[in-house]
């Protein structure tokens, strides 16, 4: 059975990089001559997208897939919705698996509404889910999976600094976030494809190897999306406990060390797009040795 993340798998072989750009694009990570030319609501829409079509072109063919912050699109009201939507469709065009950092969940009725609206007909590869309602809440996500032949990623063990108030709880004898990879492992169950890996994946942080490694060690179905690279402190080193023993199994995401990339001294002088690409190639480089090392 071939499931998304087999697709997913095959885009990132075919790149030679693990690596999922970040779209959490921000005004002020717009270039002047950009910003200087925003009126209003449209304006922003306008600009959003042609900076975010400006960086899909440049690592098309580099990176695999790409991931749109919602948060940094809906504070701009429908405007910014929108602009989320035709970024996605430029990436749809151009090859991209494309995923959705939405963190949506609810219960019953509700948690169906939020599968419909970004793992429908026409939604995103994979959505990010938060499994706090447990299963009740998931399986209507799991479904759309199953209709759509789409993704999610469950938060597991996340990359900010107080992500171990809770996740890092002892339940029963174990850390919470193991008994939440135990569920993602079992939820995901009966969409395990051609690769060995599910199409219910989890979320596990960059910044945390050592919980990292503990979780790819015991659940081998789960395909992980690995955040906080870069500017989080994460970086290949760490991010390697996420792969398995034949370097797969995982992808790492980084978004203002590629979007912003020309802001940085490292790419001075160079544009947003050719300086975002040189940024992926970098990082690309950077796992890869990590990967060699361990």
Same mark, same amino acid.
């Given at each position: 059975?071939?499931?998304?993340?087999?697709?997913?798998?095959?885009?990132?072989?075919? $790149?030679?990089?693990? @690596?999922?750009?970040?779209?959490? $694009?921000?005004?002020?990570?717009?270039?002047?001559?950009?910003?200087? =030319?925003?009126?209003g609501g449209e304006?922003? &829409?306008?600009?959003?997208?042609?900076?975010?079509?400006?960086?899909?072109?440049?690592?098309k063919?580099?990176?695999?897939?790409i991931?749109? !912050?919602?948060?940094?699109?809906?504070? +701009?009201?429908? +405007?910014?919705?929108?602009?989320?939507?035709?970024?996605?469709?430029?990436?749809?065009?151009?090859?991209?698996?494309?995923?959705a950092?939405?963190?949506?969940?609810?219960?019953?009725? @509700?948690?169906?509404?939020?599968a419909?609206? +970004?793992?429908?007909?026409?939604?995103?590869?994979?959505?990010?889910?938060?499994?706090?309602?447990g299963?009740?809440g998931?399986?209507?996500?799991?479904?759309?999976?199953?209709?759509?032949?789409?993704?999610?990623?469950?938060?597991? =063990?996340? %990359?900010?600094? %107080?992500?171990a108030?809770? !996740?890092?709880?002892?339940v029963?004898?174990?850390?919470?976030y193991?008994?939440?990879?135990?569920?993602? &492992?079992?939820?995901?169950?009966?969409?395990?494809? &051609?690769?060995?890996?599910?199409?219910?994946?989890?979320?596990?942080?960059a910044?945390?190897?050592? &919980?990292? =490694?503990?979780?790819?060690?015991?659940?081998? $179905?789960?395909?992980?999306?690995?955040?906080?690279?870069?500017? !989080?402190?994460?970086?290949?080193? @760490?991010?390697?406990?996420?792969?398995?023993?034949?370097?797969?199994? *995982?992808?790492?995401?980084? %978004?203002?060390?590629?979007?912003?990339?020309?802001? $940085?001294?490292?790419?001075?002088?160079?544009?947003y797009?050719?300086?975002?690409r040189? *940024?992926?190639?970098d990082m690309?480089?950077?796992?890869?040795?990590?990967?060699?090392?361990?």
């Amino acid at each position: 059975m071939r499931v998304i993340t087999d697709r997913l798998i095959d885009k990132i072989k075919e $790149t030679g990089n693990p @690596t999922v750009a970040g779209l959490d $694009t921000r005004i002020d990570f717009l270039p002047e001559s950009m910003r200087a =030319r925003l009126d209003g609501g449209e304006d922003i &829409e306008n600009a959003l997208v042609e900076f975010n079509c400006g960086i899909l072109d440049a690592l098309k063919g580099i990176v695999p897939a790409i991931k749109i !912050q919602s948060a940094y699109y809906e504070m +701009y009201a429908h +405007y910014g919705v929108r602009a989320m939507y035709r970024t996605a469709a430029h990436a749809v065009q151009n090859g991209f698996v494309v995923m959705a950092d939405v963190k949506r969940n609810d219960i019953g009725a @509700t948690a169906e509404a939020y599968a419909a609206a +970004y793992l429908g007909a026409n939604g995103y590869d994979y959505i990010t889910v938060n499994p706090y309602p447990g299963y009740d809440g998931i399986k209507p996500f799991v479904d759309s999976c199953v209709a759509n032949d789409r993704g999610i990623f469950v938060l597991a =063990r996340m %990359s900010n600094p %107080s992500a171990a108030q809770l !996740q890092n709880l002892i339940v029963d004898g174990e850390p919470l976030y193991m008994r939440v990879g135990a569920l993602i &492992e079992e939820w995901g169950g009966a969409l395990v494809g &051609e690769n060995g890996y599910s199409a219910v994946g989890a979320v596990v942080g960059a910044t945390s190897p050592e &919980e990292a =490694r503990k979780l790819r060690e015991r659940f081998k $179905t789960v395909f992980f999306l690995v955040p906080g690279y870069g500017a !989080q402190g994460g970086s290949g080193a @760490t991010a390697a406990a996420a792969f398995d023993a034949n370097g797969n199994g *995982a992808i790492v995401n980084n %978004s203002r060390g590629i979007i912003a990339a020309y802001m $940085t001294e490292k790419y001075k002088g160079m544009t947003y797009d050719k300086a975002a690409r040189a *940024a992926a190639v970098d990082m690309r480089e950077d796992l890869a040795n990590a990967l060699k090392r361990r």
